[in-house]
């Protein structure tokens, strides 16, 4: 077995070896949850566990980079939903920031085999004829705010480059900040009643990732022709 693939072994029963701790916490309030009021009780309940649920959620928001195929939006809305907007987001971009870091050093150590048996190297051609053009801060920028694109994947290759990490990592959180704060919001919503916002919301999100998703290969190219015209 490669390293790649240890690592995500690993990272994957991290991840679920989490979820199974919050299913045992969260036991004894399930039956409450479908009672009135039962959903405020239960979140201030985890509010009320202090250091405890906060570091559950920045380890879930961590492992959910690191592992990189698994879905950030579940545990976005779970921030928003239990903090609320601006302290869920702000948890949710702390994990971004500690793992966006832990892998550029991983990648740097471990170099290129590591990236390719970790996840798909199509795109790092295309990050190397970014970086010739001199548009390389500008691309990543615009990848990590557009919804849909395989950000985590983008975080094992852009440490392939000569992009330094404090730049990758403001460049790179900045970029998710607007995706994240729209999940948070939309999700506070849900529990504060206001259902056809969320409802509005989570479907523009949705929408805006699909189409990110569908073009991403004309992204890049479009991307790709701007950087060289501009050089």
Known sequence: MEKGDIFKFVGLIAFFAIMVIICLLIW?????????????????????????GFLILLGLQFLQIVVAFIPGE??????????GPWLGALIILMGCVVSSAFIFALVHKLGAPFVQS???????????????????????????????????????????????MRTFLLLSNIGRIPGILVSTYAADG???????E?????????????????????IMKFLEKRSHRDK
């Open 74 to 83: 579940v545990v976005q809305i779970a921030a928003g939903m239990l903090y």
């Open 198 to 218: 969320s409802a509005v919301l989570f479907a523009v999100a949705a929408v805006i990732a699909v189409l990110g998703i569908v073009f991403q290969k004309r």
């Open 28 to 52: 004894p309030y399930v039956a409450d949850i479908f009672e009135p009021g039962g959903i405020d009780r239960v979140i201030a309940d985890v509010r009320g566990a202090g250091p405890v």
């Open 118 to 164: 970790m996840v798909p190297t199509k795109y790092l051609e295309k990050f190397r004829a970014f970086e010739k053009t001199g548009k390389l801060n500008i691309v990543v920028f615009i990848l990590f705010l557009i919804p849909g694109l395989p950000k985590d994947t983008f975080t094992y290759l852009v440490p392939l480059t000569d992009m330094n």
């Open 190 to 196: 849900l529990i504060d009643g206001r259902f056809a």
